[in-house]
């Protein structure tokens, strides 16, 4: 398995192949508009305007499985997203990231890059950066803030 063999639907229902990111530094992170961690959009879209034009993509992952705290539909997401936190890197429709109805990417996600005690996602806003090649270097639990991130985006994006 690798990053590029796996397809996700856009807040908009459009599908999309991770293949589009090839080339590109990675950072995958499952998000939620009702938590104290909910901020950080703020910090990803500061990173994203950043870099991009330099190769970093960011994809956001709608996730309802902590609290109930992601529980809109796509649009009002997309909404949520656009008029509080002004995000304009890609988001995706509501997945689970844990459990039996995982979404793929995140079983591969994290059985490449397991976490403490289990493999398992601990909350929102936990954040996975992958390089340029699509292979995944570093996993961030939810209280890592996007901009702490930077010195290892910056590393990745300097590299081939």
Not at 68 to 80: D, H, L
Not at 126 to 148: A, I, N
Request: aromatic letters at 12%; a positive charge.
């Amino acid at each position: 398995m690798n990053f590029y063999q796996f397809k996700s639907k856009s807040l908009a229902g459009t599908e999309i192949s991770m293949k589009e990111y090839a080339g590109k530094v990675v950072l995958v992170v499952n998000t939620a508009s009702k938590c104290g961690f909910t901020p950080q959009y703020k910090g990803l879209e500061m990173l994203y305007k950043k870099y991009k034009d330099k190769g970093l993509v960011i994809l956001g992952f709608p996730c309802n499985q902590f609290g109930n705290q992601e529980p809109g539909s796509a649009e009002e997401i997309s909404k949520f997203c656009t008029i509080k936190y002004s995000v304009d890197f890609p988001m995706f429709m509501k997945i689970d990231v844990n459990g039996a109805n995982a979404d793929p990417l995140y079983k591969y996600l994290k059985d490449e890059l397991p976490g403490t005690l289990d493999n398992d996602i601990k909350w929102n806003f936990t954040k996975f950066l992958l390089d340029r090649k699509g292979m995944p270097v570093k996993r961030y639990e939810s209280k890592v803030e996007p901009e702490e991130i930077s010195r290892d985006i910056e590393k990745l994006l300097a590299s081939n």
